[in-house]
């Protein structure tokens, strides 16, 4: 069975590379749940070129994490997608089925998950997965796998000798660096990564950072990077997506919305990490929580806890648009800095 | 720092655990000769990374574990003195504590006023049923938990992460405590909620006149709301001092990594080939010299040998290394 | 998973010491109706439970359905169903129907006895052993993993052939010995699970004795399982109970559904066109079994809301109430 050009890929994708390697288009995935629908994410929308590396920040609850498996194809009940299409290289893949699905997953897309220990057998070695995982998409060669194996390996700055170790004997930093070589088996085009330096201290969270981007600059894929701590990725992104209650709060070039944050819970977030260095401020962070997603509220989703809200904020749901570069969710973005919420 | 009787004390603190089974048996050091201080109305924060021996100090503190070695004194007694059973609920109820997991540190199967009410009992036996509620009632409150009354009929999955921290705050509070031991109570919560948290506590510093020992593993955080700041490494303490003054000039080169490796927004990113990859401290059978030596850039000989005391190197600012001890400057990271 | 722990919550705090001051727990009126608003939504608990309940009401009360005294052997043997005999007679000129519903009281006090004090057992043993650890746990699961190991039915035969004529007393007490093992095994498992939740050692840190932590802190989030024990052990009880006295242990002269088998297979019921004997209580003893299971997988669904059937939506065809959704988001 050929996997490597399956009919139902647009073959006519390759010759335009200079297109977007993802299109999101009013993406939506609902939650059936006793209490009626939950719409976890809402009309979600954009681009990812070509080795692009994409932060979407969020808090818990903003449906980043649901938004992830939407576009991979991985919800299941109760979740599911209720509108709208994931181009990946031109072909929906909210259309295919799960044998469709196989030839894509893997070699063009993959993922790596929030916590290796959950991710990674316990009972197996890395060898040994790295082996399931290419028997899996064809690959049958043991010379071809035992070479592969090694080589990710090394990639990610591990030394092969590893592939014989069971998970729990790898610290914590190696066992995230071994699923991201897992996912760049078949140098894929798109990496999607949740969290994957949640469960890690801080230093070794920045030297799998560094490793990430070198790797995405070697190897040119294209990474979605979901995480809650915006400074996380602030060195690392090319463009910022900040989330709120499963919307598109701010969309646009990483040091833009950094420098300048036009949507105030972006500036809220930027605000509430105490800083290192330079004087010591009081901060209040963003009080109350966000909202029931069962029940959202009628107008912005953000107004009950917005520093800046007017009457004109509740009447009616807000539209993304664009201010300069970046595109805000707000009826009165903050410009050039001024109106911080103070 | 105030020169008054610390409220807390501990002099050669250590607890090791035996691991592994038959012929493989190894000792794991997760804190070794730790001798801290906490004084009164003070926030003092504990950081470093997991394996640092934390976590450990906090159930030392709480009585979870017996140490090895060493001694803690609460308000000049040792606390291996206290035998029958109203000793120990006099000191438990001094020094409480409050839990990282906001999902998993109460029973969901029981109303927000369980624990409280519990507690009240089994601490201030004095009061009578409606004198309890009264003070949760007030706690709550103090702690930012309006309208108490109906909060307190709340079951936890009804309320927020921020909220069941608060309330854990509230347990500790109504015990009329001196210090509380705050084990990296805002890890697990939303980066905009955390900031309420730590006012809180500062709050609680300065309006109840309760000390605070705050684990944390984030340094920003210890920054904002500390007067004084422990860094730990491998169960040793590596450098103490106020909070300003360790951060702005750190003595110990694990202090200098850790304060590198905080992502700054606002500084750039400096790559250098020597980037340290996080690896796990060697707390198992470590023999002596320093546990830090291996990823120091300017270990010398004598690191592996003898093993680092804590000595002051400024006013009231301590580290545990020999090449700072010597009078070099100490630029690692 | 909420409504469960808010009724058992509930329960349990209105009649536990220390817990009955206002704001620390509901009242059973206001758990039990909400129990009951679960079970109703559920197909399969309602259908389990409506048919414990008319087990249990003919248990009760079985002279108002069937008047006849179901061991008087006054009528024509060997009669087939009519409506003075609605399954007809035995071949020692009982009424079938009689025996029947008169059977259901011994039969269910066995199920619901033995299954209560198997639960309790199960829960004291795999608690302590989960909670306690040490020397408290190996002993304790030593002995329940040899009752583990050991086939239960073949065990129940060997010491009831020993043991003189035993009564439903003794043929419960036995059914408790041998079946606890399963369920302490789960609670010990569950129990070991929760031990290292931070709200335990927390209650510690409080200076809550151990005891305590057990009874008041643990066994109430244990609720669900232990229900689910429960109802597993009926279940099994029920037939082991019954396959017993098929095989002539207990006491043959009682009037119970499993000595109907016995006495329809010593006349050979089957082979001799009297069918009913042998089905009627076969069919009742599987009617009995399906109740418990039904309210077992209830609870299941229930309490973990993961198990529960959702209508799948794929994005070819919106259901109804997301295409009114999507008509009321504006723009």
């Known amino acids: 069975m050929r996997t490597d050009q399956a009919e139902w890929l647009d073959a006519s994708w390759a010759e335009q590379s200079g297109g977007p390697i993802l299109e999101v288009r009013d993406l939506s995935v609902c939650y059936h749940t006793k209490r009626g629908d939950v719409l976890a994410v809402d009309d979600v929308s954009f681009d990812l070129a070509r080795g692009e590396f994409l932060g979407i920040v969020g808090e818990s609850g903003c449906g980043k994490s649901t938004l992830l498996f939407g576009i991979a194809q991985l919800l299941s009940p109760p979740a599911a997608i209720t509108g709208g299409s994931v181009r990946f290289e031109g072909t929906n893949l909210v259309d295919l089925n799960d044998h469709q699905l196989a030839s894509i997953r893997w070699k063009k897309l993959s993922l790596v998950m929030q916590s290796a220990m959950n991710a990674l057998n316990p009972v197996k070695t890395i060898s040994a997965q790295f082996t399931d995982a290419m028997r899996a998409h064809g690959v049958t060669s043991r010379q071809e796998i035992a070479d592969r194996s090694a080589e990710v390996l090394r990639m990610v700055g591990i030394d092969p000798q590893h592939l014989r170790s069971y998970p729990h004997q790898l610290s914590g930093g190696m066992r995230q660096r071994s699923m991201i070589a897992m996912a760049l088996l078949f140098t894929p085009d798109l990496v999607i990564m949740d969290e994957p330096t949640s469960a890690l201290d801080v230093v070794a969270q920045r030297s799998l950072m560094i490793q990430i981007k070198e790797l995405q600059q070697r190897l040119g894929f294209a990474v979605i990077f979901v995480t809650h701590d915006m400074s996380l990725v602030s060195h690392f992104s090319d463009r910022l997506m900040v989330m709120y209650a499963g919307q598109v709060a701010e969309l646009g070039a990483t040091r833009l919305v950094f420098d300048s944050p036009r949507h105030p819970y972006s500036s809220g977030l930027l605000d509430a990490f105490p800083s290192i260095r330079g004087p010591k401020v009081d901060l209040t962070g963003i009080p109350g929580s966000p909202p029931d997603l069962a029940r959202p509220p009628s107008g912005c989703r953000f107004a009950p806890r917005c520093p800046v809200v007017v009457d004109a904020c509740q009447e009616q749901p807000v539209e993304l648009r664009h201010v300069g570069d970046v595109l805000v969710r707000c009826i009165r973005p903050e410009g050039n800095g001024v109106v911080r919420g103070d | ?333 | 998973m909420a409504m469960i722990f808010e009724a058992a919550a509930a329960q349990t705090a209105g009649q536990l010491p220390g817990a009955t001051e206002p704001g620390s727990g509901g009242n059973a009126g206001q758990a039990i109706g909400r129990m009951w608003k679960a079970i109703r939504s559920n197909g399969k608990a309602l259908t389990g439970s409506v048919l414990l309940a008319l087990f249990v009401l003919l248990a009760l009360f079985p002279w108002a359905i069937a008047k006849d005294n179901p061991s008087a052997e006054i009528y024509k043997p060997t009669l087939g169903p009519s409506t003075a005999h609605l399954f007809g007679t035995t071949s020692y000129g009982q009424d079938i129907f009689a025996q029947a519903v008169w059977g259901t009281r011994e039969t269910l006090i066995i199920a619901v006895v033995s299954g209560v004090l198997s639960t309790i057992l199960s829960v004291i043993m795999g608690l302590a052993a989960g909670y306690l650890g040490g020397a408290w746990d190996s002993v304790l699961n030593f002995i329940t993993d040899v009752l583990l190991v050991v086939p239960t039915f073949p065990l129940l035969i060997i010491i009831v052939a020993y043991l003189p004529k035993v009564g439903v007393p003794g043929l419960i007490a036995v059914l408790v010995i041998t079946g606890y093992s399963y369920g302490a095994r789960q609670l010990r498992a569950q129990t070991l699970s929760v031990r290292s939740r931070d709200y335990l050692e927390a209650a510690r840190v409080r200076g809550e004795r151990r005891f305590y932590v057990i009874m008041v802190e643990i066994i109430p989030s244990m609720t669900s399982l232990i229900v689910a024990t429960f109802l597993g052990t009926a279940v099994y009880n029920v037939l082991a109970a019954a396959g017993l006295q098929f095989l002539g242990f207990g006491d043959p002269s009682s009037v119970s559904w499993g000595t109907m088998l016995y006495w329809a297979e010593n006349n050979e019921a089957l082979q001799t066109g009297q069918y009913l004997w042998a089905i009627v209580p076969g069919a009742l003893i599987a009617l009995l079994g399906a109740a418990f299971v039904l309210i077992n997988y209830a609870f299941d669904e229930i309490s973990n809301p993961a198990l529960a059937r959702v209508p799948i939506t794929r994005t070819r065809q919106l259901n109804p109430i997301l295409r009114r959704l999507g008509a009321n988001r504006s723009g």
């Not at chain 2, 201030?124 to 706690?139: F, Q, T």
């Not at chain 2, 002596?288 to 600012?317: K, M, N, Q, V, Y």
Request: some cysteine; charged content about 25%.
């Open chain 2, 1 to 333: 720092m105030t020169d008054a009787a610390p409220v807390l004390r501990t002099e050669g603190l250590t607890r090791h655990f035996q691991i592994g089974g038959g012929l493989k048996r190894k000792t794991l050091h997760a804190v070794d000769d730790v001798s801290l201080q906490i004084g009164e109305r003070e926030i003092v924060a504990l950081a470093g990374e997991s394996g640092s021996g934390k976590s450990t100090i906090a159930r030392l503190l709480a009585r979870v574990y017996r140490p090895t070695a060493g001694e803690v004194y609460f308000q000049g007694r040792p606390l291996s003195g206290l035998r029958s059973r109203a000793d120990m609920l006099s000191y438990r109820s001094d020094v409480p504590m409050v839990f990282q997991d906001p999902f998993s540190s109460i029973n969901p199967v029981f109303r927000v006023s369980h624990g409280m009410l519990r507690s009240l009992k089994l601490h201030r036996p004095e009061l009578s049923a409606a004198e309890r509620l009264a003070e949760a009632r007030r706690v709550f409150e103090i702690v930012g938990l309006t309208p108490a009354e109906e909060t307190l009929n709340r079951f936890p999955h009804e309320l927020s992460g921020g909220q069941r921290q608060r309330v854990g705050f509230a347990q500790a509070l109504a015990m009329r405590p001196k210090l509380i031991l705050a084990d990296e109570p805002v890890s697990m919560l939303d980066v905009s909620i955390r900031i309420g948290l730590l006012n809180l506590m500062k709050k609680l510093r300065d309006e109840q006149g309760v000390s605070i020992l705050y684990i944390t593993h984030d340094i920003a955080s210890a920054r904002y709301v500390a007067d004084r700041l422990i860094v730990m490494y491998a169960g040793q303490i590596a450098e103490t001092g106020p909070v300003e003054d360790v951060l702005s000039s750190p003595r110990h080169p694990y202090t200098q990594l850790l304060l590198s490796a905080v992502p700054d927004p606002k500084a750039d990113l400096s790559i250098d080939a020597n980037t340290d990859r996080g690896e796990p401290p060697r707390v198992i059978n470590p023999g002596p010299g320093c546990r830090f030596r291996w990823r120091c850039p300017l270990a010398i000989t004598d690191c592996a040998s003898i093993t680092p005391p804590l000595l002051e190197l400024s006013p009231d600012h301590d580290a545990a290394c020999l090449v700072a001890q010597s009078g070099a400057e100490v630029k690692a990271f």
